[in-house]
């Protein structure tokens, strides 16, 4: 994401301007992106993250207040449960995480802005020996998952919410989240990702610890090694 961008404005202009009010009263996108307490309202509008091991759940936690709040939350919790390694790369000791950073972020900022909000189901954030999954109540959007492997437009099923993600910086409208989260997985060691749609969106990141490559992957991560840039037809 961009650097945060500043909305200087007082509240209730920035909500008229950005057509969160009607008839004198704050929209439920309003209430999601500023409310101090949605889930008063919006119950199931939070995100749950569980850490298994061997198949048995050994942590969880429900992560609530406004989208802001989740996204940031959750990125920060996620992070603390995953493995990393210490490197030295000239001279300096760098932290090697099993899970691109940026991917993380990235597919949690997209689970909150394309969820479908009607739905009495949170977020799930899940976190395996050997896999991290994000999954959010609602079907892709006339995109197919083929779709979010190439350059695409951007649909968006909250429009409100995402264009306050986007003035944060959180977001972009031009449909290039997923392909970086598919180049940062294959760059991290991790394969490419797995995305699926069926009465949920679902994204699926193995660990880097102990993955073995296919050949497709590795002639893809050579790829983009030598072009920095590639397209899904190469």
Known sequence: AKERRRIKARSSAVLENLGMIKDGKITIAALLCFGKNPQKYLPYAIIKIGKFVEGKIVYEKEVKGNLIEQIEKSYAEVVSLIKKRIVDVKLKREEIFEYPLQAIREIIVNAVAHRDYSSRSPVYVRIFDDRLEVENPGNLLELSIEDLKKPHRSVLRNPKIAEVLYYLGYIEKWGTGTLMVVRSCLENGNGE????????????????????????????????KERKVATRKE
Not at 201 to 212: A, G
């Open 193 to 224: 990702p797995i995305f699926e749609s069926n009465g949920t969106f679902k994204v699926t990141i193995h660990s880097s610890v102990n993955f073995q490559f296919n050949e497709t992957e590795r002639k893809i991560l050579e790829y983009l």
